[in-house]
């Protein structure tokens, strides 16, 4: 951070790094029943029962040498290897002795245990703990990464992500490394009242600044001075009233109804969205200048984009309503689970408790009841993202990403990896 005598403005804090400067490693992550880790080597390896077990995992449905996998020009293949219950990839099951390329996230079973394949896994080899009230054992490396590196001060920091990914249960942690106290987190969703109050409630008021006015109001900024706010849904803020956050975004002061001038405050002051403010911009709905006043963006990846850690957000769900998930006294298919780690969540955790409480828990948690509330009884699979299947969803789509992510089932940002991988963007 910029030393100086003078107070920091946003500009002091750069962006921080994310984890894309950690050497990563070719890794299988174990996503049920257990949390196990197995790196890999580019040379070619068999693996097997006594394999897993060197884990501490038990799983008497896999073969002594059940698949084959290793790495030809920087990809890795996995083939089955004639094993008594089959090797799954995305849900399909593949035929003894013929290879197939593994792209990164696919979802793979062996008997009853399921990986998810990472071509560069940055984190450790052990699951990480709960992030706060955050669960993600494997995915939220590059989240926890990047908030560990943000320097204590009033930053701006805006947090992107789709509905229901958790971004309130982030800012805590944040406001934490930027050195505040998370119980002086102020949460305001700035749509959620009229126009005509906004100035009001943010800034508050004088005595005798209007009519009714009997006494001075500090308002919301000012109130959690020396603190934290968490403006959340700050993509809906229309856009007359967009200006207004400029002043307390770049200089810390705020302008109370009926005063002479403006008041400073020491505030750390989080954004969120769910939306994409940079299209935003793009599409004249959202103010380039206040966007530029976030000079820290952290991203928070949808359940799409995290397979790994679904069970383990699923188990904490469970564990919250009826207490510990255990598989060796309540039946969970492990079709059921890789079926539940293949779908899209659009609304991320937020659908996953709907699953929950549809379930009758006395039945556990099986396939059946997967696809009842999934509406598809059909085959558990998703397309394999070679290469070739992603130069052609390009293709059929006349190269709109949007549509070829939709037609694969995957997100626009694992499209435009998956692209840069294979060299077609």
Avoid at 66 to 84: C, M, P, Q, V, Y
Avoid at 334 to 347: F, G
Avoid at 367 to 372: C, K, Y
Avoid at 376 to 398: I, M
Wanted: with cysteine; glycine share 10%.
């Amino acid at each position: 951070m910029t030393t100086s005598t003078r107070r920091p403005s946003t500009e002091d804090h750069a962006p921080p790094s994310t984890s894309g400067d950690i050497p990563g490693v070719p890794a299988l992550l174990g996503a049920f029943p257990r949390t196990v880790f197995l790196r890999l080597s580019k040379t070619e390896e068999t693996l097997g029962r006594d394999h897993i077990a060197a884990l501490g995992h038990t799983d008497p449905k896999m073969s002594g040498e059940h698949a084959r996998i290793g790495a030809k020009r920087g990809t890795f293949w996995l083939e089955d290897n004639a094993s008594r219950n089959g090797t799954f990839v995305n849900g399909q099951r593949l035929s003894p002795h013929k290879p197939v390329e593994l792209a990164d996230g696919a979802v793979v079973r062996f008997g009853t245990t399921i990986f998810v394949f990472r071509d560069s896994h940055r984190g450790g080899a052990e699951p990480a703990k709960p992030f706060g009230k955050l669960v993600g054992p494997w995915g939220l490396t590059d989240l926890r990464v990047a908030i560990g590196r943000l320097r204590p001060g009033p930053s701006n920091v805006l947090i992107e992500g789709a509905t229901g990914v958790g971004k309130e249960l982030v800012a805590p942690e944040v406001v934490t490394s930027l050195g505040r106290d998370p119980a002086r987190l102020g949460i305001l969703n700035v749509a959620s009242f009229p126009e005509t109050m906004f100035d009001a409630q943010l800034f508050g008021w004088e005595k005798g600044a209007f009519s009714g006015a009997v006494q001075s109001s500090r308002g919301f900024f000012r109130e959690y001075e020396g603190g934290s706010v968490f403006l959340d849904e700050i993509g809906e803020l229309p856009a007359s009233l967009q200006p207004k956050l400029l002043r307390v975004l770049e200089n810390r002061e705020v302008f109370p109804i009926g005063a002479s001038r403006p008041t400073r405050v020491d505030l750390a002051i989080l954004g969120a969205t769910n939306r994409s403010l940079d299209e935003m911009v793009e599409d004249n709905d959202f103010r380039a200048d206040l966007l530029a006043r976030f000079p820290i963006r952290l991203s928070v990846p949808p359940l799409a984009e995290r397979p790994e850690d679904l069970y383990s957000i699923f188990q904490a769900l469970w564990h919250r309503v009826h207490g510990p998930l255990d598989p060796s006294r309540t039946v969970v298919h492990p079709e059921a689970i890789e079926r539940l780690m293949l779908h899209d969540w659009p609304a991320n955790v937020r659908d996953l408790h709907r699953f929950l409480a549809a379930l009758n828990t006395e039945s556990g948690v099986r396939l059946s009841a997967v696809h009842a509330f999934l509406g598809d009884r059909g085959p558990v699979s998703a397309p394999l993202l070679t290469k070739e299947t992603v130069a052609e969803a390009l293709r059929s789509c006349d190269n709109n990403q949007s549509a070829a992510a939709r037609k694969l089932g995957v997100s626009r940002p694992k499209l435009r990896r998956e692209m840069k991988r294979h060299g077609l963007s």
